[in-house]
């Protein structure tokens, strides 16, 4: 069982603005470690989205946007393209182990 | 470019070992903290293990005292020693290397994974 909580699924138009909650606790995403997220596309391995709660990987559009809050974080994704359809994950640390959310699909409709 | 490639996956009975091993290409991975992370079939990620540069282990308790990983740096690989696999082993295992944050590390190069199967 994961400490950290994802919706399982999100869905917008495109052009749309959607968010990823990623719901934590005071031992993990509270205690001030920093989030990362992920993208994985199916049959694929996972690809880093945003590290350092905000930061972006060289060639990673800006479209997608980290950040911090309390014990939560978000993934928001601005103007929803096709090529965001995908699954994603939030991680962090927590009592001496790396631990990930428990996913999110992103339906683009 | 930089690459990682796993090997050594299979099919391996529930008791049984298994091998993984993964090979750095494109960079030099003695510079970096290298992870196992694997994904059981339609489910998440799961962390496993992490090595750092100075040959220091660190495992979820799920798989501490079954699991070793190691590193030879002048092969420039990392491998992963699973023992007593169980069925909820079975997974697809992906070799990482970690970059670290302010207040953490992130997993910031993936190989293709290599899939494990426990199962009689």
Same mark, same amino acid.
């Given at each position: 069982?994961?400490?950290?909580?994802?919706?399982?699924?999100?869905?917008?138009?495109?052009?749309?603005?959607?968010?990823?909650?990623?719901?934590?606790?005071?031992?993990?995403?509270?205690?001030?470690?920093?989030?990362?997220?992920?993208?994985?596309?199916?049959?694929?391995?996972? %690809?880093?989205?945003?590290?350092?709660?905000?930061?972006?990987?060289?060639?990673?559009?800006?479209?997608?946007?980290?950040?911090?809050?309390?014990?939560?974080?978000?993934?928001?994704?601005?103007?929803?393209?096709?090529?965001?359809?995908?699954?994603?994950?939030?991680?962090?640390?927590?009592?001496?182990?790396? !631990?990930?959310?428990?996913?999110? %699909? !992103?339906?683009?409709? | 470019?930089?690459?990682?490639?796993?090997?050594?996956?299979?099919? !391996?009975?529930?008791?049984?070992?298994?091998?993984?091993?993964?090979? #750095?290409?494109?960079?030099?991975?003695?510079?970096? #903290?290298?992870?196992?992370?694997?994904?059981?079939?339609? %489910?998440?990620?799961?962390?496993?293990?992490?090595?750092?540069?100075?040959?220091?282990?660190?495992?979820?308790?799920?798989?501490?005292? =079954?699991?070793?990983?190691?590193?030879?740096?002048?092969?420039?690989?990392?491998?992963?020693?699973?023992?007593?696999?169980?069925?909820?082993?079975?997974?697809?295992?992906?070799?990482?290397?970690?970059?670290?944050?302010?207040?953490?590390?992130?997993?910031?190069?993936?190989? =293709?994974?290599?899939?494990?199967? !426990?199962?009689?």
């Amino acid at each position: 069982q994961s400490v950290l909580t994802q919706p399982p699924s999100v869905s917008g138009a495109p052009g749309q603005r959607v968010t990823i909650s990623c719901t934590g606790s005071t031992f993990n995403i509270g205690a001030g470690y920093d989030v990362h997220w992920y993208q994985q596309f199916p049959g694929t391995a996972p %690809k880093l989205l945003i590290y350092g709660n905000n930061n972006r990987p060289s060639g990673v559009p800006d479209r997608f946007s980290g950040s911090t809050s309390g014990t939560s974080a978000s993934l928001a994704i601005t103007g929803l393209q096709a090529e965001d359809e995908a699954d994603y994950y939030c991680q962090s640390y927590d009592s001496g182990s790396n !631990v990930f959310g428990t996913g999110t %699909k !992103v339906t683009v409709l | 470019e930089v690459h990682l490639l796993e090997s050594g996956g299979g099919l !391996v009975q529930p008791g049984g070992s298994l091998r993984l091993s993964c090979a #750095a290409s494109g960079f030099t991975s003695s510079l970096y #903290a290298m992870s196992w992370v694997r994904q059981a079939p339609g %489910k998440g990620l799961e962390w496993v293990s992490a090595i750092n540069i100075a040959h220091n282990t660190f495992y979820p308790e799920s798989v501490k005292g =079954r699991f070793t990983t190691s590193r030879d740096n002048s092969e420039n690989t990392v491998s992963l020693q699973m023992n007593s696999l169980r069925a909820e082993d079975t997974a697809v295992y992906y070799c990482t290397r970690e970059g670290s944050s302010d207040r953490g590390w992130y997993f910031d190069l993936w190989g =293709r994974g290599t899939p494990v199967t !426990v199962s009689s």
